[in-house]
């Protein structure tokens, strides 16, 4: 997957500045997770972002994050393990146009020795509008036998220490959330 460059700069341009937190009186923010200009080639014939896009731009945002917890592509080449998508929840709340800046943020909902739990929000610059957010669970996944497997406890602690301190924060508005409607009853 690309993502930013281990430097900690975002693809895209300069690293982004912490975002606001979710409730301006709390203690502490989500992880800044990088960002991008949005290239044109990610534009529909609506002239709005490609859905398919939100979900690229957020594997930069997972890229980052695995990266600040020691499980990004350096702990894959080490151990033979890594993180994969278990599930996803994408929602949308405003359109995004080539050459815009997003920025992203990340918070570690819960962590155990299999599984992350993360939220991320996707902003817009200037002004920081919310354009999308994704819910994810992961897996800690053996790459040679293809099972899931626990995360080893000394490469589990910054996790550990992140979802502790992401603790702290505001649920996200929108975490937990499922599609339905409601059933109705034809005749």
């Not at 800044?32 to 896009?53: K, L, Q, S």
């Not at 909902?109 to 994704?134: N, Y």
């Not at 550990?160 to 034809?186: C, F, K, N």
């Amino acid at each position: 997957m690309n993502g930013p460059p281990a430097s900690g700069a975002p693809a895209g341009g300069a690293p982004a500045s912490p975002p606001p937190p979710d409730d301006p009186a709390g203690g502490g923010f989500p992880l800044g997770t990088g960002g991008r200009t949005v290239p044109a080639e990610w534009i529909d014939y609506n002239g709005h972002m490609m859905d398919a896009y939100y979900f690229a731009a957020f594997t930069e945002a997972t890229e980052a994050l695995l990266d600040h917890v020691g499980l990004g592509a350096a702990y894959r080449a080490e151990t033979g393990c890594g993180i994969y998508t278990a599930e996803a929840h994408l929602c949308f709340a405003g359109s995004v146009a080539a050459g815009e800046r997003l920025r992203y943020s990340s918070q570690l909902l819960g962590c155990d020795s299999k599984r992350l739990h993360v939220f991320h929000r996707m902003t817009c610059e200037p002004g920081g509008q919310e354009v999308a957010t994704i819910e994810l669970m992961f897996l800690h996944v053996d790459l040679a036998v293809q099972r899931v497997t626990a995360i080893p406890p000394a490469h589990r602690r910054a996790a550990i220490t992140l979802a502790a301190e992401h603790a702290a924060l505001p649920v996200p508005t929108g975490a937990g959330r499922a599609i339905a409607m409601a059933r109705q009853h034809h005749r």
